[in-house]
């Protein structure tokens, strides 16, 4: 079974602030998705990033596939109180399954 | 497009009563399906997955079950639940690089 670790666990910051976090395997990754999700509610995709060194941006998000294909990096620029929530990266295995990091919930005040 | 459906939104059920949980898709036809259990603000854990009828496969065992009837039809079910059961429960189903999440149950066991 993959096992991807993400980190920071928690990052708390003020508005206008920039953030990373990070997501590492000890295997290749086919592809990696990395989600949002608010309290209450199901993840919703952001991206998906399949090829190494692929660079995808989404305004002020900025996701990154490392070249190898084992980690990956979502950047945040000038946070704001609507970007907070729980960020999760996901790998779908060569098995079907889907498995996820344990996310990291970030808060942004005001 | 492909919609999933999952009900109840919210759940208080007693220590020893059964559970059923159930999902519904549309828009596609012999998908991928997943269950998962979440505890607050942390990522999913993987309980079950399913890759057509009557196929299914367990990751963590423990006080519940899953099954397919219908190609379209997921379903987590326990016959006496556990204080330890409570969480959110997500369903998903696996597009093609990316999954899709029903709302999730908030599952209270008291």
């Known amino acids: 079974t993959q096992l991807l670790e993400q980190s920071p666990q928690f990052l708390s910051i003020q508005e206008g602030e920039n953030l990373t976090v990070y997501c590492n395997s000890s295997?290749?990754?086919?592809?990696l998705q990395w989600y949002r999700q608010e309290p209450g509610e199901g993840p919703v995709l952001l991206v998906t990033?399949?090829?190494?060194?692929e660079v995808k941006k989404l305004k002020r998000l900025t996701f990154q596939f490392g070249d190898a294909r084992k980690d990956s990096s979502l950047h945040i620029t000038a946070a704001q109180p609507g970007d907070t929530g729980l960020y999760l990266c996901a790998s779908f295995g060569s098995n079907y399954k889907l498995t996820f990091g344990k996310g990291t919930l970030l808060t942004v005040n005001p | 497009s492909q919609t999933i459906h999952q009900w109840p939104a919210t759940l208080v059920q007693p220590v020893g009563s059964p559970l059923s949980l159930e999902c519904t898709v549309e828009g596609t036809s012999n998908p991928n399906l997943y269950w998962y259990r979440q505890a607050a603000g942390r990522g999913l854990q993987l309980l079950f997955y399913?890759?057509?009828?009557?196929?299914i496969s367990s990751e963590v065992p423990q006080n519940l079950s899953a099954s397919r009837p219908q190609d379209r039809q997921f379903i987590l079910s326990s016959k006496k639940l556990l204080l330890s059961d409570s969480g959110f429960y997500l369903c998903?189903?696996?597009?093609?690089?990316?999954?899709?999440f029903g709302q999730g149950t908030r599952l209270t066991v008291v």
């Open positions: 998903a189903l696996r597009g093609n690089t990316e999954a899709f």
């Open positions: 295997s290749v990754f086919s592809s």
């Open positions: 399913s890759v057509g009828i009557g196929q």
């Open positions: 990033v399949v090829t190494g060194g």
